[in-house]
DNA sequence: AAACCATCCAACCGCCAACAG
DNA sequence: CCTGTTGGCGGTTGGATGGTT
């Protein structure tokens, strides 16, 4: 079978998107949802090909998009998860809400990756202390900007050390370098919850349904129980979709989580 | 100031699985 | 089953940008 190409090959365009395009592909899904990327396009009068369309809205335009650089918790999650998943960016990104697969694929090309190498390099005296790692020049803040030469490999044996360095002294910070030892020391239970999530579970008609929702797609609950995306509150993931202080949410939620990993195998329940 | 180099990231490409007819 | 269509995924590219020589 001869596949056809994506786009005809006449009259679409290619390339970056302008605000103009942008905009009607934007009004077109609030007021229509997309059900079908092939046609939306025409429907729209846009002359994109459905494909593009497609990877606009979700790699861009979707209303739920977190903009900005990664904090440090979301680097620590790309690198357990990576550890675990291998580069399965679309189950990575399920974990990080706001995060599209093609951004933390870009960060990890483009930042992690090179973290690491460095990290595990046998004769480095990176390994004395994470202290020493992570940099922070602004202590309320916990992103990290791409110059930084921090890194997120955080030896288990290490985090305690640093916890009580200055530079990780609020209460804050350590409670972050708490939350890193539990996802090193859980991640294997982490693992096991993945796979037993059905696809069914998950609901893509959110928006179809609903154009108004605020939930994306990808992670609309179809049932009541909380398994996936770790960043969030469970109050919060059952009342709507609200990032605004998933940061917060999201490290009791890691904390309930684990800890609950250790009292009982059965996760999907709370 | 210009040339060169490195990095970033939005966008594209090709493949595959699921699904409908 | 078979075939064609569609959506989704991961790998890759190339233009833009910033830094260095």
Redesign the pocket.
Known sequence: ???????EKMGL?????TPEE?QVLVSYIQKHG???????PKQAGLL?????C???W????RPDIK?G?FTREEEETIINLHEK??????????MLPGR????I???W???LK?KLLKTNQPDSDTKKCSKQRIKSSDSNSSTIT??EPASINFPENETSACTSSSDFSSVEQSKNMDMMTIKSEHIESLETIVPEIE??FWS?AAMDDSPSSTMP??LTLKNELIVQNPIQSVETFQQGYDFSNFLDDGMDFWYDLFIKTEESTELREF
């Not at 998943?85 to 399920?94: D, M, Q, T, V």
């Not at 599209?100 to 951004?103: F, L, M, P």
């Open positions: 079978m001869v596949r056809a190409p994506c786009c365009k290619k390339g970056p998107w942008d997309h059900g079908n990327w092939r046609a939306l994109r090909c459905g494909k593009s497609r990877l606009r979700i790699n861009y335009l903009r650089n998943l291998g580069n399965r960016w679309s189950a990575i990104a399920a599209t697969d093609n951004e694929k870009n960060v090309h483009t930042h090179k791409q110059s696809e069914s893509e797609p990808s």
